[in-house]
């Protein structure tokens, strides 16, 4: 700075050259602080580049913190993500587990009126005064039920077998003497005769014409069915193998092996040429049972997979979406107080929507219908949702883990519903409530229930995620919401689709064992097997007894009312009790020696 001394020197009277010098040093002075000034603002100058550098390295540290707080929530993210995933498997995993080693849901429906004992351990967590002990209380077990005793009718023939004979009067043993009793003991056993066959012999009135001989090409015979009454079978052994194959799930290499063991020389492929040609002469019978099934007052539904080595997919290989589609129309008759039942098993290649619902349109089927949760049965605008497939989802958990108090507390609300069902379709088939009674006594009974089940799954949905296994239990309640009630409206529905279940569980376990079919032809025929198998077992009727029935009658059918006389509540047995004594009374032809040749009219 410029010093204060020269600037307040009196300048008056000054000699021009001490001013000069004054005036030098001024110079001089506001020289040096021109440079000092200069220095400063230059070292201002770099210091503010230096300022605005580390500014700059400021705002790429703060945008690199960002980036690094943005990858940090992202991997947090992606961390609890993981985390909830892997508590997912692990649910799936003990599923598995417990499904494996677990009865499957149908067998644990009558279970759950026990679980209702857990509602206490429910009530206590629920309060949040959780101690960490566990105490249900309520809980009574069920009694087993007493094994029945084996037993064999009372027609059984009888044969004595006698190990008396040579016996000794008297035995000692340990020391003791012991005098033979005036009785001896009689053990009653069971024993088998390996079952047999026996050969017919058919006769048919044969016609030759008068006028025309060509070497016996101008004969006629009068068959009832030339397609059947031709063959190496009669209609027992065919209703046996099928029964036997259908019912009894074993394959026809299975029976080929079981005839060899008894001398018989039967190939399975004649087997199922037998059978086939059966089926075929039943087409008006199935056309005549599926016109029942939709003229009935209430129908089920359910698909199980079927494979048909014969329809190929995209790649070549047997299509996987062969299915056999089981439709069962139920009608309770007032006169005679039952339910007729038809079964119709139909085999169909996918289940879209169109294949579905195309008998029902063909048979203009507008009525109620029982099904499972396939969306492809949105169409069904009379529609019931099965309760066993509608908790199925949280009967797995308690397969899981059978402490879940939750699961526990909503299968035990709606368990009563099945009590109630069966309580009063007891007292409809007894005839002590009718029709209109009994779809009113049952309303009473079962609405709260399913009332107080759904308002209860309300107050759980907000504590689980939708991802968890409750929260889709839980879901699928919120998806079929307005059908879980409406079989209530009918009375041949029950609360579940466990007639159609039964039947497909029918064809899958025979389905383990011939694994599947070689054509379509043969997938029809299995069908209609199927069909009138589980037709008669619905009826109460035997099998093979029914099946019989219909092989032996159908040939002679000509109108609708014969064949309508086939249907399974006009089963007559005595129509074939006669063929039945002949074959028991049968003998063997004494002076035949060669083996009959089984190839029917061929020869």
Same mark, same amino acid.
């Given at each position: 700075?410029?010093?204060?001394?020269?600037?307040?020197?009196?300048?008056?009277?000054?000699?021009?050259?001490?001013?000069?010098?004054?005036?030098?040093?001024?110079?001089?002075?506001?020289?040096?602080?021109?440079?000092?000034?200069?220095?400063?603002?230059?070292?201002?100058?770099?210091?503010?580049?230096?300022?605005?550098?580390?500014?700059?390295?400021?705002?790429?540290?703060?945008?690199?913190?960002?980036?690094?707080?943005?990858?940090?929530?992202?991997?947090?993210?992606?961390?609890?993500?993981?985390?909830?995933?892997?508590?997912?498997?692990?649910?799936?995993?003990?599923?598995?587990?417990?499904?494996?080693?677990?009865?499957?849901?149908?067998?644990?429906?009558?279970?759950?009126?026990?679980?209702?004992?857990? %509602?206490?351990?429910?009530?206590?967590?629920?309060?949040?005064?959780?101690?960490?002990?566990?105490?249900?209380?309520?809980?009574?077990?069920?009694?087993?039920?007493?094994?029945?005793?084996?037993?064999?009718?009372?027609?059984?023939?009888?044969?004595?077998?006698?190990?008396?004979?040579?016996?000794?009067?008297?035995?000692?043993?340990?020391?003791?003497?012991?005098?033979?009793?005036?009785?001896?003991?009689?053990?009653?056993?069971?024993?088998?005769?390996?079952?047999?066959?026996?050969?017919?012999?058919?006769?048919?009135?044969?016609?030759?014409?008068?006028?025309?001989?060509?070497?016996?090409?101008?004969?006629?015979?009068?068959?009832?069915?030339?397609?059947?009454?031709?063959?190496?079978?009669?209609?027992?052994?065919?209703?046996?193998?099928?029964?036997?194959?259908?019912?009894?799930? %074993?394959?026809?290499?299975?029976?080929?092996?079981?005839?060899?063991?008894?001398?018989?020389?039967?190939?399975?492929?004649?087997?199922?040429?037998?059978?086939?040609?059966?089926?075929?002469?039943?087409?008006?019978?199935?056309?005549?049972?599926?016109?029942?099934?939709?003229?009935?007052?209430?129908?089920?539904?359910?698909?199980?997979?079927?494979?048909?080595?014969?329809?190929?997919?995209?790649?070549?290989?047997?299509?996987?979406?062969?299915?056999?589609?089981?439709?069962?129309?139920?009608?309770?008759?007032?006169?005679?107080?039952?339910?007729?039942?038809?079964?119709?098993?139909?085999?169909?290649?996918?289940?879209?929507?169109?294949?579905?619902?195309?008998?029902?349109?063909?048979?203009?089927?507008?009525?109620?219908?029982?099904?499972?949760?396939?969306?492809?049965?949105?169409?069904?605008?009379?529609?019931?949702?099965?309760?066993?497939?509608?908790?199925?989802?949280?009967?797995?958990?308690?397969?899981?883990?059978?402490?879940?108090?939750?699961?526990?507390?909503?299968?035990?609300?709606?368990?009563?519903?099945?009590?109630?069902?069966?309580?009063?379709?007891?007292?409809?088939?007894?005839?002590?409530?009718?029709?209109?009674?009994?779809?009113?006594?049952?309303?009473?009974?079962?609405?709260?229930?399913?009332?107080?089940?759904?308002?209860?799954?309300?107050?759980?949905?907000?504590?689980?995620?939708?991802?968890?296994?409750?929260?889709?239990?839980?879901?699928?309640?919120?998806?079929?919401?307005?059908?879980?009630?409406?079989?209530?409206?009918?009375?041949?529905?029950?609360?579940?689709?466990?007639?159609?279940?039964?039947?497909?569980?029918?064809?899958?376990?025979?389905?383990?064992?011939?694994?599947?079919?070689?054509?379509?032809?043969?997938?029809?025929?299995?069908?209609?097997?199927?069909?009138?198998?589980?037709?008669?077992?619905?009826?109460?009727?035997?099998?093979?007894?029914?099946?019989?029935?219909?092989?032996?009658?159908?040939?002679?059918?000509?109108?609708?009312?014969?064949?309508?006389?086939?249907?399974?509540?006009?089963?007559?047995?005595?129509?074939?009790?006669?063929?039945?004594?002949?074959?028991?009374?049968?003998?063997?032809?004494?002076?035949?020696?060669?083996?009959?040749?089984?190839?029917?009219?061929?020869?």
């Amino acid at each position: 700075m410029i010093k204060k001394d020269l600037l307040s020197r009196d300048t008056a009277g000054m000699e021009p050259r001490e001013m000069i010098g004054i005036i030098a040093e001024l110079r001089s002075a506001m020289i040096v602080q021109q440079s000092e000034i200069r220095s400063r603002d230059e070292l201002i100058g770099s210091q503010g580049v230096m300022l605005n550098k580390q500014s700059a390295m400021l705002d790429e540290q703060g945008t690199k913190i960002d980036a690094q707080k943005a990858f940090i929530a992202q991997q947090k993210h992606e961390l609890e993500e993981k985390d909830r995933r892997i508590a997912e498997m692990n649910e799936l995993i003990k599923l598995r587990t417990a499904v494996k080693y677990s009865p499957s849901s149908e067998q644990m429906q009558r279970v759950f009126p026990e679980l209702e004992a857990l %509602l206490a351990e429910y009530d206590r967590l629920a309060s949040g005064k959780d101690d960490g002990s566990v105490a249900v209380s309520g809980y009574v077990k069920k009694k087993r039920k007493k094994p029945e005793l084996a037993s064999v009718p009372a027609g059984t023939p009888v044969t004595v077998v006698d190990h008396t004979a040579g016996k000794p009067g008297m035995i000692t043993a340990g020391g003791i003497v012991y005098v033979r009793d005036r009785e001896d003991k009689t053990v009653i056993k069971t024993a088998y005769i390996p079952g047999k066959l026996i050969v017919e012999e058919h006769h048919y009135a044969q016609y030759r014409t008068l006028d025309a001989d060509d070497g016996g090409k101008n004969k006629i015979v009068l068959y009832g069915s030339a397609e059947t009454d031709s063959t190496g079978a009669s209609p027992s052994l065919v209703a046996q193998l099928a029964v036997s194959k259908f019912d009894d799930h %074993l394959p026809l290499y299975r029976q080929e092996e079981i005839f060899q063991r008894m001398g018989f020389r039967i190939s399975r492929q004649k087997m199922a040429s037998w059978i086939l040609k059966f089926c075929q002469m039943l087409a008006p019978l199935e056309k005549l049972m599926l016109r029942e099934v939709y003229s009935s007052r209430f129908i089920n539904k359910d698909e199980t997979r079927v494979q048909v080595l014969d329809v190929r997919g995209p790649d070549g290989k047997p299509s996987g979406s062969s299915f056999m589609y089981i439709t069962i129309g139920s009608t309770f008759d007032i006169l005679d107080r039952k339910v007729h039942a038809v079964v119709m098993a139909t085999y169909i290649q996918g289940r879209s929507t169109d294949i579905l619902k195309d008998d029902m349109e063909r048979f203009g089927y507008d009525g109620p219908v029982m099904t499972d949760g396939l969306k492809s049965y949105g169409f069904i605008s009379r529609r019931c949702i099965c309760w066993v497939h509608a908790v199925r989802k949280f009967k797995e958990i308690l397969k899981m883990d059978s402490g879940n108090v939750f699961a526990s507390e909503l299968l035990g609300i709606i368990s009563g519903i099945y009590d109630d069902d069966e309580k009063l379709r007891k007292l409809l088939l007894a005839g002590s409530v009718s029709r209109g009674e009994f779809i009113e006594l049952r309303r009473d009974a079962s609405l709260p229930r399913i009332e107080r089940f759904l308002s209860r799954a309300d107050e759980l949905r907000p504590r689980f995620s939708p991802a968890g296994l409750m929260g889709k239990a839980i879901g699928y309640i919120d998806e079929y919401r307005p059908w879980l009630s409406t079989y209530l409206d009918y009375v041949e529905a029950t609360p579940s689709n466990n007639i159609c279940e039964r039947v497909a569980k029918s064809f899958a376990t025979g389905r383990k064992n011939w694994l599947f079919c070689q054509s379509i032809d043969g997938a029809d025929a299995s069908a209609l097997c199927y069909s009138l198998v589980e037709t008669a077992k619905l009826q109460g009727i035997s099998p093979l007894d029914y099946l019989e029935y219909v092989f032996t009658l159908a040939p002679d059918c000509r109108t609708e009312d014969d064949w309508r006389s086939l249907l399974p509540w006009n089963f007559d047995i005595s129509r074939i009790s006669g063929a039945r004594s002949a074959r028991m009374s049968a003998l063997p032809d004494p002076g035949r020696q060669k083996p009959y040749i089984i190839c029917g009219a061929g020869r």
